[in-house]
């Protein structure tokens, strides 16, 4: 800028005298301005969970990865950042108003998406989550016009399904990780399906509650329910200690009438054994084992007889005995 050459001006009927500019300080300021422009719109950054989705006059070009880029300048190339490694969640039924230590939630007006009709008729309040991550940063951005509400209206529709094919027991008790499987994979289906580039990460089932105004009725089926289990379950206690028992006295009769028949049947194949022993002794010298016999049968009997009385087998007449009271025997 020539500050030696003055121009007048007048402003406000005042004249004013300012330094002039010349022509190539102009163009100098010209260039400045369109070379910062340029780098300004040539350069830009994807973030460590992003990915970069360019668009040349509105039509896809490519996909970058994280880090500094270029891109054509002035407009012609778009960059639209996508969080491809986010986990990004949608909650139906309640909305967390404050998160910390302890949470609050709300709930009121989305009733309408919680309550839903089980397949035996009855009502349920089902609360759940789904946690998501785009797969597919073209499909996310060019299949989808609303991304969340098409995210929001097949999970509600999913999860209406997946609770219409089960009874309100199996809703509120019995099967909510079962349930929280089937409505992952079926939201999934769904999602590729329509070609909307979203991965589901998990379906998880937060509250299922029968509505306010069953609640007593609810909780009074369930303790009868309780106490039904507690009756089996003292059942199955007495059962389980009167059965072995008596197994366990069936196995001690059952062995000791095995040990009795194995002993019987040890001595009579002794006692067989031993009469075979001495009817080969008694065919090798019958006169010898007859009188060894006849002298070991007297040995056994005699000391049982009380009184012996020896007679002579060649005497004619009474023989006249001697009255010899025993040791010990009273007259």
């Known amino acids: 800028m020539d500050f030696k050459k003055r121009k007048p001006v007048v402003i406000g009927g005042e004249e004013?005298?300012?330094p002039a500019i010349s022509k190539a300080t102009v163009w100098i300021g010209g260039l400045i301005i369109i070379g910062l422009i340029l780098i300004l719109t040539s350069l830009y950054q994807v973030g460590a969970d992003e990915?970069?989705?360019?668009r040349r006059f509105g039509s896809y070009v490519g996909t970058t990865q994280p880090g500094l880029h270029l891109k054509l300048p002035f407009g012609i190339d778009k960059?639209?950042?996508?969080?491809?490694?986010?986990?990004?969640?949608e909650e139906f039924g309640f909305k967390t108003a404050r998160a910390g230590v302890r949470?609050?939630?709300?709930?009121g007006k989305l009733l309408s998406e919680s309550l839903m009709l089980t397949g035996d008729l009855n009502s349920a309040v089902v609360e759940w989550i789904v946690q998501y991550r785009v797969k597919d940063p073209v499909n996310y951005l060019f299949k989808l016009r609303h991304v969340t509400t098409t995210i929001r209206d097949i999970s509600e529709s999913v999860m209406r399904q997946v609770v219409g094919d089960r009874s309100v027991d199996e809703v509120i008790i019995l099967s909510r990780r079962?349930?929280?499987?089937?409505a992952k994979q079926r939201l999934q289906e769904t999602l590729d399906t329509y070609e909307t580039g979203i991965h589901v990460v998990t379906v998880e089932l937060k509250d299922v509650n029968p509505p306010d105004p069953v609640k007593p009725a609810f909780n009074e089926v369930n303790e009868a329910k309780q106490e039904m289990e507690k009756m089996v379950n003292q059942a199955w206690e007495t059962y389980n200690k009167a059965v072995p028992r008596a197994s366990g006295e069936a196995e001690r009769t059952i062995r000791r009438a095995e040990g009795y028949a194995l002993d019987r049947v040890n001595r009579a194949k002794g006692d067989a054994n031993k009469f075979l022993a001495v009817w080969k002794q008694y065919n090798r010298s019958q006169d010898v084992t007859r009188r060894r016999l006849y002298l070991e049968t007297?040995?056994?009997?005699?000391?049982?007889?009380?009184?012996?009385?020896?007679?002579?087998?060649?005497?004619k007449g009474l023989v006249q005995l001697l009255q010899l009271e025993e040791k010990g025997e009273k007259k």
Do not use: C, F, H, W
């Open 16 to 18: 004013y005298s300012v």
């Open 51 to 54: 990915a970069g989705v360019i």
């Open 79 to 89: 960059v639209t950042k996508v969080p491809v490694r986010r986990v990004q969640k």
């Open 103 to 107: 949470t609050e939630y709300r709930r």
């Open 178 to 182: 079962e349930m929280a499987q089937e």
């Open 298 to 315: 007297l040995n056994e009997v005699l000391p049982k007889i009380g009184r012996k009385y020896i007679i002579d087998s060649e005497q």
